[in-house]
Nanobody, 116 residues
Framework: QVQLVESGGNLVQPGGSLRLSCAAS????????MSWYRQAPGKERELVAR????????NYADSMKGRFTISRDNAKNTLYLQINSLKPEDTAVYYC?????????WGQGTQVTVSS
């Protein structure tokens, strides 16, 4: 079965950096685009970035451009999100997602907390 397992979330100080990972299994990872979303407390889940199946193309939500970098390693079946210059408003649960046919698959999320 399709599994997406995020990791790398942590408590960090403002200005710090994190790299989140999403380990994929149960499907041919290299055939599918992948996305990162986040959900802050009391807010709706929002798209952070999306990357094509080959990794050759990436798109970011307007508010995420500049500090976020999405990437993937198809040999390792792993998706990444690098976040730099973290701000308190980046505090959220970060999820990876893929769509296979009509079905959307989500990981369980990883918590990022930015606080001094």
């Amino acid at each position: 079965q399709v599994q997406l397992v995020e990791s790398g979330g942590n408590l960090v100080q403002p200005g710090g950096s994190l790299r989140l990972s999403c380990a994929a299994s149960g499907f041919l990872f290299s055939n599918y685009a992948m996305s990162w979303y986040r959900q802050a407390p009391g807010k709706e889940r929002e798209l952070v970035a999306r990357i094509s199946s080959t990794g050759g193309s990436a798109n970011y939500a307007d508010s995420m451009k500049g500090r976020f970098t999405i990437s993937r390693d198809n040999a390792k079946n792993t998706l990444y999100l690098q976040i730099n210059s973290l701000k308190p408003e980046d505090t959220a649960v970060y999820y990876c997602k893929t769509q296979i046919g009509w079905i959307h698959y989500w990981g369980q999320g990883t918590q990022v907390t930015v606080s001094s």
